[in-house]
C-alpha cells in the first residue's frame, strides 16, 4: 500500500472499565499490526463501570475499517465511534520544562504568553507551563521552546469528542 | 448481574457452585488434567455423578478433544487444567478453536488470589498469556463474580461468531463459599451484543444479484455448520432451488452433500479445477460463512477478477478484511439463509437459463479434467496410493455413522479430496491454525459424543507422535477409535514444498526411527494393523472398522505422492498445477511467492 493512500483517525471505545481490558485494547493494535500513535483512557461514568479510550491511528481506508470492527468484536466494547467521519474537537494537555536564564528565558515566557500557556510552576531558572489545544498546536509550540532550552515534556494524548448533538452512546 | 434471574443461595464452596452452573449450561463432560490449583474442582467432581470427566495425558489434547466433542455435536466444549504448564500447554488448543470458531470454555486452575504477581509454584499470567488466544477470558477475583462469570462464559462461546473462552479460577475462590444463582432464561450481556439477524435491504440486493447472474457460484464454509445443521439443510435447499453450483472450504465439508451434482468440490490450493476455476470465471459469488483465507483465494490482485461478490458473515471484522465485497450481509448463516430462501421465491425475476446453461456446460469441461485422479497400479505387492487408500476407506464406510478427524498435512488434503461428506458435523480438522497432534484427541472427542459411531483419525506418521500418549485415555475409556496412518515417512507436506520450491533438499523431512506402530498399539492395549501393499488394504480396512478396540493401522504409502492438484504460492485460481506432469510448466513461484507459508 502507498504512504499516500494512509489517512489518520481519532477513534473512541467505549468500554467496560474492567481488568484488563486496555490490554485487549493495545494487544489487538500490536497483534494485528496496527498503528497507535496516540492513546488515552480514562473512567468517564460517575460510577466508574465504563471508560472511554480515544486512540489516534493511521491506516488505509480499509484498515480504518478493519480496526473499527475488530475493537467493536471485543467482548467488553460498548460503542466504537469513529470521530475523523465528522466534525470533532481533540485536545491535548502538556506540561512542558524549559530550564534557562536570562533572554532565552525571558523569549520562553513571551512565547508562551502568545500561545496561552500557563505557568505553573517557576524558579530562577525554569518554567514549567501547562499548555492545551490540538495535537499540532502543541507540536508548534515544543518546536519553538527547543532553542530556549526545552529539558522536558508530559503529554496526556488526545481526548476528543464530536461537534453539535452526537454522542457516543 | 444480567445474566442470573433468581435470589442467590449460599454454596459450600466455589467448586460446588462451578459444577452446578457448569450442569446449569448442560455440560455432561469434561476433558481435563488435575494438578495442585484445581483439586478443589476435582474434589467436587469425585462427590458427584452428572457431570463425566475424562482424562487426557496432555493438557493441549483436552483441548482438541473438547473441539472434537463440540464440533461433533454443536454443543460447547469443557475443558479443566491446572495452573502454569497447564495453562499453557493448552494455549495451542485455545488458539486452534479461536482460528476455528470453535465454541470452547476452558477452567484453568490458578494460585490463590493473595499470591497472584509473586511468581509463586505453577503460576502464570493466564489471562494474559490467552488474551489473544481466545474470544474472552475471565480473571474470577471475587466469588461473588464466580457463577455470573461461568454462564456469561457460555453465552459468550456459543453466541455470534464461537470461540474459546477461558476463566482462571484462583485458588482460594474454589475453597470459600459462593453465592449460586440459575442462568438468566434470556441472558443479555452489557456489551457484547453480536448482529444475528441479517439487514433485509442486503438481502434484497443479494438476490437481485443473484436473480441476474449468468455464472453465478455459491462459496460456502464452516460458519453454516457452526449455525447449526438446518443451515445445512437450507443450504442445500437454496442451493437446489438456484441450480448454482456449490464448492465448500475444508471447514465447510459436510454443509452441502458431496454427492449432489451440483457440488464441485472443495475450493482452494488443493482445491477441484472447476471449483476454482468456477470461483475465478464467475459474475457473481456469494460467500457463506467463509472468510476468504488465503489458502482459498490464491494471490489476491488475480482474485475472482470479474465478479459481484456477496459475503454473508456473522462477524463484521471479517467482511472487507482481504477481498473488497459489493454486498456485505451482516448475520448468522441460518436467519441468512432463511431470508435468501423467501427473497428468491419472493422475487418473480427468472433466472437466465440460457446463460447457467452455458455456465454449466464450461463447468463440465473443466470437471472433465476430473482434477482428483491419481493411478493406483494393481500388480501383485504394489506400494498403496495415499489417494487409494482413502477411496477405499471411504467405500467401506459407506452407509455407517462414521466421523472423520485428521492431523495436518498431505494425509488431511488427501481425506478432504476423496472422502465425500453428506452431512455437517462429521469432519473435524485443524483448519486455520493447521495443528498436527490435533486428529487423535479430536476423535478422542468425538467417540466421547457419539460412543457407538464409527470415529476415525485419518493421520500421517509424523503427526501422530505429536499427542500420540492419548492412546493411553483411548484405552483407559474403551474409546474404540481408529488411527488410520497414511504412513511415507516424510513430513509428507513439508518434503512436497521442499520439492516444489526449494530444488528437493529435503532438509529436515524425513523421520529416521519411526516407532512399529503395531506394537505401540499394542503396547497402549490397542490393536496394531499393517499394510504394505495394495493386496493388504481392504482386509486391514474391514478388519479395523470390524475391531472393537482403540485400532492403529499403519498404512505404507507410495513416500513420492503429491498433493495436486496445487494452486501455487503466490498464484491465482487460473493457474493450477494439475500434477507431477505440469510441475515445469506452472507459473514460475516468485519471490513474493516464496515468502508465503
Known sequence: ?169 | MDHTNTAPELMNSGAEALLRALKAQGVDVIFGYPGGAVLPIYDAIFQQNEIRHILVRHEQAAVHAAEGYARSTGKVGCVLVTSGPGATNAVTGLVDALMDSIPLVCLCGQVPTHLIGNDAFQEADTTGITRPATKHNYLVKQSGDLVRVVHEAFLVARTGRPGPVLIDLPKDILIAPAPYEEPAAQPVHRSYRPQTAPDPRRIAEAVALLKRAERPVIYAGGGVINAGPEASRLLTEFTRLTGFPITNTLMGLGAFPASDPLFLGMLGMHGTYEANLAMHGCDVMLNLGARFDDRVTGRLNAFSPNSKKIHADIDPANVNKTVQVDVAIIGDALATLKALIAAWKQDSTKTDKAALANWWAQIDVWRSKNSLRFTQPRDKGSIIKPQYAIERLYQATRGRETYITTEVGQHQMWAAQHFKFEKPNRWMTSGGLGTMGYGLPAAMGVQVAHPDALVIDIAGEASILMNIQEMGTLAQYRLPVKIFILNNQYMGMVRQWQELLHGSRYSQSYSEALPDFVKLAESFHGVGLRAESVDDLDRVIAEMIAIDKPVIADICVDQKENVFPMIPSGAAHNEMLLGPEHKDEGPAVTNEGMALV
Open chain 1, 1 to 169: 500500500m502507498s504512504e499516500t493512500n494512509l489517512r489518520s483517525a481519532t477513534i473512541s471505545v467505549l468500554v467496560e472499565n474492567e481488568s484488563g481490558v486496555l490490554a485487549r485494547v493495545i494487544g489487538l493494535f500490536s497483534g494485528r499490526g496496527y498503528n497507535i500513535d496516540n492513546l488515552t483512557v480514562a473512567p468517564v461514568e460517575r460510577d466508574g463501570s465504563k471508560s472511554r479510550i480515544t486512540v489516534v491511528t493511521r491506516g488505509t481506508a480499509m484498515v480504518i475499517e478493519q480496526i473499527k470492527a475488530q475493537l467493536d468484536r471485543l467482548v467488553p466494547v460498548y460503542k466504537v465511534l469513529d470521530l475523523s467521519e465528522g466534525p470533532h474537537l481533540a485536545r491535548e494537555l502538556a506540561l512542558i520544562k524549559v530550564l534557562g536564564t536570562g533572554e532565552k528565558r525571558a523569549e520562553a515566557l513571551r512565547l508562551a504568553d502568545a500561545f496561552r500557556a500557563r505557568v505553573i510552576d517557576a524558579t530562577t531558572e525554569s518554567f514549567t507551563f501547562e499548555l492545551t489545544g490540538a495535537t499540532d498546536k502543541l507540536d508548534a509550540f515544543l518546536e519553538l521552546m527547543r532553542p530556549l532550552g526545552l529539558a522536558e515534556v508530559s503529554r496526556t494524548g488526545v481526548a476528543a469528542i464530536a461537534r453539535g448533538t452526537t454522542t457516543i452512546s
